[in-house]
């Protein structure tokens, strides 16, 4: 039986090398005359040294939001599900991650997955533990799916691959503060299939992996130069 550092461990391992949902947006940024910007050159050449190289978690850097999510999402997961009455609820914190693939180079790893009777997943949810300051502006300037996608690009990036990754077309985004009046402890945000993103989305992930295996393959034929990311 697995300890649950075993199954974080191999959570890594299964990333290792990987595009991920909570990262996958570097790869929007857009560049002068070609498709990919700084941050996404930096983000795929990352992904291209993590798989040419032995897997290990001595980089490995937990932020603040790293920390609380840990500390608060077992109950900001509970708090969730009291608010919506929901009953098939898995829950992958508390040392229990998955990744769950795209492809062979990408995938992404749910808080939550809610299912249907037959236990198939119907859509999934991403939480956040924020600072009040920031709980404070999201709960003001979030409604909608579309308000998300102005505020933090990122996490909608993240519910879209996501959706793509389990074929579902909707994605709660959540943030949470429990020191909040209780009206205002949860913002609940649907964000709904957007399959023009996605499908951009797509064609950029694409193009990375290309680059990519092109960055390895050099390197084992001991290339010396830079980087081609066109």
């Known amino acids: 039986m697995f300890t649950d550092t075993t199954k974080e461990e191999q959570w890594l391992l299964d990333k290792w090398g990987c595009f991920s949902a909570s990262e996958i947006y570097k790869l ?7 498709m990919f910007g700084a941050g996404a050159k930096t983000y795929i050449e990352e992904v291209a040294i993590e798989s040419y190289t032995m897997f290990n978690t001595d980089e490995n850097v937990e932020t603040y939001a790293m920390k609380m999510g840990k500390i608060n999402e077992a109950q900001s997961v509970g708090y969730y599900k009291s608010l ?22 990408s995938g992404c790893s749910p ?21 009040r300051k920031q709980h ?15 505020e933090h690009i990122d996490d909608y990036t993240q519910c879209q691959f996501s959706m ?20 205002d402890k949860m913002l609940i945000v649907e964000v709904q299939e957007d ?36």
Not at 111 to 131: M, R
Not at 136 to 150: E, S, V
Not at 207 to 218: D, N, P, S, V, Y
Request: with cysteine; charged share 30%.
């Open 195 to 230: 399959k023009t993103f996605q499908d951009n989305l797509l064609i950029r992930l694409q193009m990375a992996k290309k680059i990519k295996k092109r960055i390895i393959e050099q390197r084992k034929d001991n290339y010396k130069g830079e980087i081609d990311f066109k």
């Open 28 to 34: 929007l940024s857009k560049g002068v005359g070609e």
């Open 84 to 105: 919506l009455n929901l009953v098939n609820v898995e829950y992958f914190g508390g040392g229990n991650p998955i990744f769950k693939k795209y492809c062979e180079d």
């Open 164 to 183: 793509m990754c389990y074929k579902v077309d909707l994605w709660h985004w959540c943030s949470y503060n429990e020191y909040f009046p209780a009206n």
């Open 136 to 150: 404070f502006k999201d709960i003001r300037l979030i409604d909608t799916g579309l308000d998300l996608k102005k």
């Open 111 to 131: 808080d939550v997955l809610v299912k249907k009777p037959d236990l198939s997943v119907s859509f999934g949810a991403e939480f956040k533990n924020n600072q």
